[in-house]
């Protein structure tokens, strides 16, 4: 029996002006609504990311993070 679909948590979370225009993207490709989308992504993390490319983007977004909190 399929697991019902409710949302359980709300979490209150800054974005980027990017990411959040990439989520709408994402979202409205899907016929998701921005909660949604982030729940598939996030019980789907695993099997959607490419482990090596996660590493490189994630030490990259690292190194640029105080630049771009300015």
Known sequence: MPKRFRLTRRVNIA???DGYRRLRRFAQDAGLDEGEALS????NFESITDEEKLGHRL???N???EDRKK
């Open 63 to 65: 190194s640029d993070l």
């Open 59 to 61: 030490r990259v977004f």
């Open 15 to 17: 974005m980027t002006e």
């Open 40 to 43: 598939f992504l996030f019980e």
